[in-house]
């Protein structure tokens, strides 16, 4: 993917254009830590980033979260540890079924009472990383689609890919508090070693979710286990 370097319209110029027109296209920048996300450790990963949204859209908007009028995003939201910087991002599109691809944007930091305007443009790192969000309304029919309830099982081009994609999946899932499966438990339990290098990347008491089994969500059917095709397409995961 190519990433443009080109700036964002300035947070102050579209402060000033969106204070007075609610509806037009923006995108709205939210920095802040994850301690100051409502909720705790023991909050599950959904309720937390839905109430993080919700404020926002609140302050922004006056309401909450449209999914056919908005799109969020987030970035580094590992609820499972303290004083993480992360990031969310609500994008509103307005009335225009094609809406600009460059939008204004304005850039808040959340300090865990209230919104802090900043002005000026975000960290060079930051800008790039935005590139990879693009500014793009969800199709109605997804929005509305049933979707089934067991998502069909992921085909491995080989073990070992299946072993790097299965290894960041569980530490993001812990490292961001998120619901435990019973394929990422199955994982634990066939390749050891793989587990014992998330352990030690993630905090202890992130790990000791695993020694409860309560919290499966998705089961995978009987027959499911690990897949692996030759021509399968290939999804690239960072080294944890």
Sequence with gaps: MEVSNADPPSTEAAAAANASDLDSPVRVLVQTQTHLVPGDKTTHFGERYDAMVSLICQHVW????DQFRERDWSYHCHFAVDNVECWFLIDHHGPDPTPPPDP??????????KFMIVHGRPPSGVRRELQYYPFERVAHYILTEEYPRRRTPRVYKSRDEEIRVKRHMLRHTLLSN????????????????????VKARVPPEAWARLEDPSEFVMPLEPDEGHTWAESSDRVECPES
């Design 178 to 197: 998120l619901c435990l499966t019973e394929e990422l438990l199955r994982f634990v339990k066939d390749f050891p070693d793989a587990a014992e290098r």
């Design 104 to 113: 204004p944007l304005i850039w808040y930091r959340w300090t865990g009472t």
């Design 62 to 65: 006056q309401r909450e979260y």
